[in-house]
């Protein structure tokens, strides 16, 4: 029996700059094959920048590997003086950052996960 293998869609990662901050589009999937780009990616803008947005509209599925990254990015920008603020997670993705409890680190970012700050 042979089964028709899923596409692996590829992540497609836009940056635009601004005097204030990075923004930086991410559409596709942020798995094992995909985070190492978004990393060095971003890891090469936080020097140049105060704040960087991490914009997920359009990212499908995101796994550990995935989470990783993002964690990895924000404790790169952390020790830089960088803000790092993810924006517009689908439900699965904020899902996701709450059952690994990686919400707590995002929290006060009202337009991540939905959440207020007490």
Do not use: W
């Amino acid at each position: 029996m042979a089964a028709n293998p899923v596409p692996i869609s590829e992540l497609q990662i836009e940056t635009v700059k601004s005097p204030e901050e990075a923004l930086v589009r991410c559409s596709g999937r942020i798995i094992s094959a995909t985070s190492a780009d978004l990393q060095s990616t971003v890891r090469g803008i936080i020097p140049q920048t105060k704040r960087i947005v991490l914009d997920l509209t359009d990212v499908t599925y995101m796994d550990s590997s995935g989470l990783g990254a993002v964690v990895g990015i924000y404790v790169s920008a952390k020790r830089q003086g960088c803000q790092l603020r993810l924006i517009n997670l689908n439900q699965r993705l904020k899902e996701l950052f709450r059952l690994t409890q990686m919400a707590k680190v995002f929290e006060g970012h009202d337009d991540m996960l939905g959440m207020t700050p007490d």
